[in-house]
């Protein structure tokens, strides 16, 4: 084992779905160590996720140039990797939680900075407390990020405001297109959204429509139980009014059997149901029915890369969350998460809190009902004024000559390795 020294290196490792600002994120933590060189000494990045601890499949990030770490700012997805592994307890499985010990303690590792939703703060928070069962001091801070917006305490989590700026826009352009067509054909048009259990995404969908543009949407949320009949009333009186309808539907949405419309009877990694599919569900259904002509998109992986219609907020707050986190460890802070506090709604205004990790982990925060219509398919001015500012502001990234974004891709540079093959 490597001998201890009084400065320590810090372990960075990305989760889960990635987003368009999680490298922001990042891009704070790296930025940040690199100004206290007489706390933190290198940064290293786990490749995909915290497998890259287990199997000591270490990213020496100080191989990266300035404007490497800074243009990951601008860089949407996991610079370094990222991965869906949900570590086990202690008692269950003792030789990963050695394993990364061992790794830690081989690279002198005092810090680990995991950057993720509710599965990637349970693992940051096991971490912590197996550094004081193992007797090896780690600092385990979590960085928020999941485009669900789903972790409590926090107003929001960075990847959100820019899933939901890029559902909006493209609820709000499709819709400009189904009503040139409606008349002779389409007049009916489904996005499909992300959101397992709560219905976040899907909301942004209701904000293509506004007093000075107004669009006829539907939005289908996990948290309201599907009633088909009430459904087709709302899709008829919209087509009849306005000559078509968009639907926003979040994957997640339930039928009154507790089931998934869209669940596919596969598992992922965690042990989540597989879903995905739920578009050409109520599609089906619209035409068995309406016998209305309908069009529908899943945006699937589109929403959380789409780095070129960043939200202004959500890349400075995703900056901010690493950034505090490497500002938390410094200060002596163990096991807990830095937050987004909002101050004021009009002017917009936040600030970075604190949460620990022991009220983060496996708790779900889902839409409030105060935030939904009494129909249920809509939301309201309280929702409205939550996430307006929230998708508000531009961050465009740099472009080339031929007219594309420029993003970058780093070394990823190894570190050598020290112990012996783990296999996960």
Not at 234 to 263: C, N, T
Not at 369 to 389: A, Q, V
Request: hydrophobic share 40%.
């Amino acid at each position: 084992m490597a001998k201890s020294s009084g400065k320590k290196n810090a372990f960075y490792a990305q989760s889960g779905g990635v987003t368009a600002v999680i490298n922001a994120s990042a891009c704070g933590v790296i930025e940040t160590a690199r100004k206290h060189k007489d706390k933190i000494g290198k940064v290293y990045a786990g490749r995909n996720g915290i497998i890259g601890a287990l199997t000591e499949d270490l990213i020496d990030t100080n191989k990266e140039s300035k404007s490497a770490i800074a243009a990951l700012r601008h860089t949407p997805s996991g610079a370094f990797g990222s991965c869906r592994y949900k570590l086990k307890s202690l008692e269950q499985n003792r030789r990963e939680y050695e394993r990364l010990i061992e790794v830690f303690e081989a690279h002198n590792i005092g810090y680990f900075f995991y950057n993720g939703g509710g599965d990637s703060a349970d693992t940051c928070l096991k971490v912590s407390q197996l550094s004081k069962k193992m007797g090896y001091p780690i600092q385990a801070i979590h960085v928020p990020k999941t485009v669900d917006n789903d972790l409590p305490i926090t107003d929001n989590c960075p990847g959100f405001g820019s899933v939901a700026k890029y559902i909006a826009v493209s609820t709000r352009e499709a819709s400009f297109d189904v009503a040139s067509m409606a008349k002779t054909s389409t007049k009916v048009f489904i996005l499909e959204v992300m959101g397992r259990h709560a219905g976040w995404i899907a909301a942004a969908g209701a904000m293509a429509s506004s007093e000075d543009c107004e669009i006829p949407v539907i939005v289908l949320f996990p948290e309201v139980t599907f009633n088909r009949r009430k459904f087709m009333q709302a899709v008829k009186a919209k087509v009849k009014q306005f000559g078509y309808v968009s639907i926003v539907v979040s994957e997640g949405v339930k039928s009154r059997d507790g089931k998934f419309l869209a669940d596919q009877g596969l598992k992922d990694a965690f042990g989540h149901a597989q879903l995905g599919g739920v578009a050409p569900v109520v599609a089906n259904m619209i035409r068995e029915d309406l016998k209305l002509k309908y069009h529908w998109a899943v945006a699937d992986y589109l929403q959380r890369a789409a780095r070129h219609i960043a939200s202004k907020s959500d890349v400075e707050q995703a900056y901010a969350m690493g950034k505090a986190a490497v500002e938390l460890a410094i200060k002596g802070k163990n096991s807990v998460m830095p937050t987004v506090v909002r101050t004021s709604n009009s002017p917009y205004r936040w600030k970075v809190g604190e949460a620990n990790l022991s009220r983060v982990a496996n708790v779900e925060k889902m839409m409030p009902k105060s935030f939904i219509s009494k129909d249920g398919f809509g939301i309201t001015k309280k929702c409205r004024d939550y996430l307006g500012p929230l998708m508000k502001g531009e961050d465009y990234p740099p472009y080339g000559k031929d007219g594309l974004p420029k993003y970058v891709r780093l070394k990823n540079a190894p570190v050598k390795r020290k112990l012996g093959d783990f296999k996960v």
